[in-house]
């Protein structure tokens, strides 16, 4: 009878999610929360006291990680935001080409889906690899976007 059920487990995921809940008033400056869908880092945060009626409310204002946009929020303290899982990863890197960077992995295989950033941080990056110099590249990945924000030459 089990014959005839055939499993196809083709995706691979580590089942980490994107993102995780926590209270409004458990988020700090510099942390990290999800405004309009978008990662972001918090740089302004204020509570205001509670209404007659209500709740304490919090205005948040936060940067995307990625694109640097401000975007604002206001939420009730003791509602759940989600939290983006930011990770950061710092990899050698071998070659800049047609717009992305080929990176190299702990195990030495290459990475080759990060795009050049844009920008001040792209041209700098483009001119001291090609001026010979060893890099490692930061690579910073939130909720499925991966995007390189700094980079520094390689200790001799």
Same mark, same amino acid.
């Given at each position: 009878?089990?014959?005839?059920? $055939?499993?196809?487990?083709? !995706?691979?995921?580590?089942?980490?999610?994107?993102?995780?809940?926590? /209270?409004?008033? %458990? *988020?700090?400056?510099?942390?990290?929360?999800?405004?309009?869908?978008?990662?972001?880092?918090?740089?302004?945060?204020?509570?205001?006291?509670?209404?007659?009626?209500?709740?304490?409310?919090?205005?948040?204002?936060?940067?995307?990680?990625?694109?640097?946009?401000?975007? $604002?929020?206001?939420?009730? !303290?003791?509602?759940?935001?989600?939290?983006?899982?930011?990770?950061? /990863?710092?990899? %050698? *890197?071998?070659?800049?080409?047609?717009?992305?960077?080929?990176?190299?992995?702990?195990?030495?295989?290459?990475?080759?889906?990060?795009?050049?950033?844009?920008?001040?941080?792209?041209?700098?990056?483009?001119?001291?690899?090609?001026?010979?110099?060893?890099?490692?590249?930061?690579?910073?990945?939130?909720?499925?976007?991966?995007?390189?924000?700094?980079?520094?030459?390689?200790?001799?």
């Amino acid at each position: 009878m089990s014959d005839e059920h $055939e499993h196809n487990f083709e !995706s691979v995921d580590a089942g980490a999610s994107k993102t995780f809940p926590m /209270q409004c008033s %458990a *988020l700090r400056k510099n942390g990290h929360v999800v405004i309009k869908n978008r990662p972001c880092k918090i740089i302004e945060m204020t509570t205001s006291k509670t209404g007659k009626h209500g709740h304490a409310k919090v205005h948040l204002v936060g940067t995307d990680i990625f694109t640097g946009r401000k975007y $604002e929020d206001l939420c009730p !303290s003791t509602h759940n935001m989600d939290v983006p899982n930011v990770t950061r /990863q710092d990899y %050698a *890197l071998l070659n800049i080409d047609d717009g992305y960077l080929s990176l190299m992995l702990t195990d030495g295989s290459t990475k080759d889906d990060v795009k050049l950033p844009e920008g001040e941080i792209g041209e700098k990056l483009e001119e001291d690899f090609e001026e010979g110099k060893e890099l490692i590249v930061s690579v910073v990945s939130a909720m499925g976007e991966e995007h390189c924000l700094s980079h520094k030459e390689a200790p001799k």
